[in-house]
């Protein structure tokens, strides 16, 4: 079965939702003038973490991920919960590394731990849960034509340096440290959701690849979206690896996931109020297409993404794997 | 590694805490004048799930071990998440079973679904999570000298079902039934819980028996317990089942695990603000010892209990299993 699926097949019979449909990056429950929010997320050593990840990076990725959705959702985190599954035979001083890594993440994001609770299982997986609260709830559904589409930080560095270890490419020092960091370390913009939260129209968090997010984004708000590709904050050292690979430095960008930037929409007259750097890459528009926009001319975005389920999943690959296995050619 | 080994390796590195420390039902945060409440448990199919079991019931389970937790806390629950671990195989009706069982409990515990997460993975996992808010804190922690401890329900009659199931007994149609019932279908005391947190000083569910429980009560209150044998309100068919296995019927009630009643110690005075049935099963005293008393005297109870990891797990080992094979020889 496919994710989407199941999925589906889920929501059947889950006829009881919180305040928000499910469906975005995090569920929410007003409360009185504020909103909880909350995510969970499963991390699954076969599936999610590559074996040059250290336990102290795997652990921390599991508090970024779900912290990075109670950002999206532009809520400040206020506390983490964890369900452990431990194979009887897994190393303890791998275990003590988990164990760093998360309490590491939580001092980083400045977050106390709720609860707790370990279990054999078969393959290591850590369920991370993340709750928080937000004034105004920033939604994948709430974009509308004329807002500009904005995104966090730099993009491509995490498939980047997911293509130099699956290959073994030979790159200088300075590109593997610098694709390596977002790669095996990326951290959630909380402060720049809290932010966003009063003055944009709606985000969502990079997990499965810029092109499938706005996507998402475009389908949720019932709109459409233009990028301009020359607008994208392509990452160091994501043209090298390209180079090498002859990939469109582009493509990687746009197929790049777990980058854990935020993708938002914003009017144009609130980009003042905006206090952290961003990249302004497009704009919403009402014909309800997801296109690339250049002296070309209008080239639609494919859908790229990872799919849980949807194909045959080898030992230790990592998301963006598939994204590129899907990534129409370059052209 | 032990399960409270691997506990204490994580506590090692997690010096952020919420507003209780880690050790009770659940976590809490203080937000203005009530506490938000948050717990998660895991389900896993290899080491929590008998064969007997149906989709449904494995499903329900999910939600009603995390309600309980939150119940236990003296906490109204608000709402519920999961994680799924789901192996390539699984069939897809057992999955909409499933899928089914979890809407059932939330429409049986009136609750929304506020995020739901699907992942592959070896072996089927259905990570639970409960959010919930209460009025004053119950803990482990609030059991004083002089106050009665008490039960709501009745007991042994999961650790009976189990043994019916595992060892093919013959009992009664109607033996059967009200064990199964009991096993393969716990109830969360919801109710209980929240009217217990107004009157009561202490309280905790009965997860992995109540010998454990009432160890757990004790330490964490830096008291003592004595309980009155006679006074266990030993489940219908309980007796039937410990005849035939020449077992003590009061040891399958102190044994019996993931029964989901509520332990609860309350001053004498408050008793009255009680509207729901329950047993008074004992006292606690300053003496730190957890003893059972009757006319041949005093016996110390043991730590009856279920540590994941402790010993090697057979399939389809349920928890009450090892309870048994831990328990002390009748005597």
Not at 138 to 161: F, N, Q
Not at 252 to 272: D, K, R, W, Y
Not at 310 to 321: F, W, Y
Request: hydrophobic content about 45%.
């Amino acid at each position: 079965m496919r994710e989407s699926e199941i999925i589906e097949l889920f929501l059947r019979h889950l006829k009881r939702q919180g305040d928000l449909p499910l469906g975005d990056d995090a569920g929410a429950l007003k409360l009185g003038d504020r909103w909880l929010v909350a995510t969970n997320d499963m991390l699954v050593r076969k599936t999610d973490v590559p074996d040059i990840m250290t336990p102290e990076q795997v652990g921390f990725k599991a508090v970024t991920m779900n912290v990075s959705d109670i950002a999206s959702m532009g809520a400040r985190p206020i506390g983490f919960l964890f369900s452990l599954g431990i194979p009887g035979d897994l190393d303890s001083d791998y275990l003590e590394g988990i164990a760093r890594g998360i309490g590491e993440a939580l001092d980083f994001y400045d977050l106390p731990v709720l609860s707790a609770d370990t279990n054999e299982a078969d393959d290591l997986i850590i369920d991370g849960i993340a709750l928080g609260f937000a004034e105004r709830l920033l939604t994948r559904s709430g974009a509308r034509p004329g807002e500009l589409v904005c995104v966090t930080g730099d993009l491509g560095r995490a498939l980047a340096g997911y293509l130099v270890w699956k290959n073994g490419l030979e790159v200088s020092d300075a590109v593997r440290k610098t694709l390596y960091e977002k790669f095996l370390e990326p951290k959630a913009r909380v402060e720049e959701g809290v932010a966003l939260s009063r003055v944009a129209g709606s985000a969502i968090d990079i997990s499965d690849g810029l092109a499938k997010e706005l996507h998402l984004l475009a389908e949720m708000s019932g709109v459409g979206i233009e990028v301009y590709p020359e607008r994208l904050p392509i990452g160091k050292g994501v043209e090298d690896v390209a180079g090498i690979l002859d990939l469109d430095p582009v493509e990687v960008a746009l197929a790049s996931g777990e980058e854990f930037e935020l993708v938002f929409t914003i009017s144009p007259e609130n980009v003042e109020f905006l206090d952290f750097e961003f990249s302004v890459i497009g704009r919403v528009v009402s014909e309800r297409e997801v296109v690339m926009v250049n002296k070309r001319g209008r080239t639609p975005i494919p859908k790229l993404g990872w799919e849980h389920f949807e194909i045959e999943v080898p030992d230790n690959i990592l998301k963006p794997l598939t994204v590129v296995e899907l990534a129409v050619p370059r052209g």
